[in-house]
């Protein structure tokens, strides 16, 4: 017989997903070159590490910041999965562990196939692409440059409409004292 080891996504970015364990060792972590990439502001690039001996799963946590749980204990070290036990990354990422024998040799009962030529049968719709939501982090760099910062003008505005009044009226007295024009324009300044 033969097992099949899975985690099953229950709270997180994509709830209900499942990824399928296979191979002697395995990463989980929000870096796109983990075996289980986990897009999540709690998870570290490089989180925890699953490793296949004697026919069961190890967990071990690879120094993360948030922390890898097993039935809400944090992992000091490594530990053996049992199926059925809670994982937790952080405090808001949670997958159930499960294990399957199956025997590869066993007869599979399918439901009888209808006369309908595969042409004529409607192609079925492919799956929705997972919904993002505000703790997701994206898996590489975005390439697009941030919005420019929008300023408010009217402070700029006023300051150089000030200076433009105080320039102004500097002129108008400098031009009237050059030309000794203050009893022309001041009368009733006396002297004149």
């Not at 922390?67 to 070290?77: C, D, I, M």
């Not at 409607?122 to 993002?132: D, G, L, R, S, V």
Request: hydrophobic share 40%; with cysteine.
């Amino acid at each position: 017989m033969a097992s099949h080891f899975q985690l099953i996504m229950r709270s997180g970015p994509t709830p209900g997903a499942v990824f399928n364990l296979g191979g002697d060792q395995l990463t989980v972590g929000r870096d796109s070159t983990n075996d289980v990439v986990i897009n999540d502001a709690e998870i570290s690039r490089r989180h925890a590490r699953l490793t296949f001996q004697g026919g069961k799963y190890i967990l071990e946590d690879l120094g993360s910041t948030n922390g890898t749980f097993v039935n809400g204990q944090r992992l000091a070290g490594p530990r053996v999965l049992k199926a059925g036990e809670v994982v937790s990354f952080g405090e808001q990422i949670v997958l159930v562990y499960e294990a399957s024998t199956f025997d590869p040799a066993a007869t599979i009962a399918s439901p009888r196939a209808t006369a309908v030529p595969s042409a004529s049968r409607p192609a079925a719709p492919p799956p929705p692409p997972p919904a993002e939501y505000a703790g997701s982090v994206p898996a590489s760099p975005v390439s697009s440059a941030p919005a420019p910062a929008r300023t408010n003008l009217t402070p700029i505005l006023i300051g150089v409409g000030f200076l433009l009044f105080l320039c102004t009226c500097a002129g108008i007295l400098w031009f009237i004292d050059a030309n000794f024009l203050w009893c022309t324009f001041f009368p009733f300044l006396g002297g004149c």
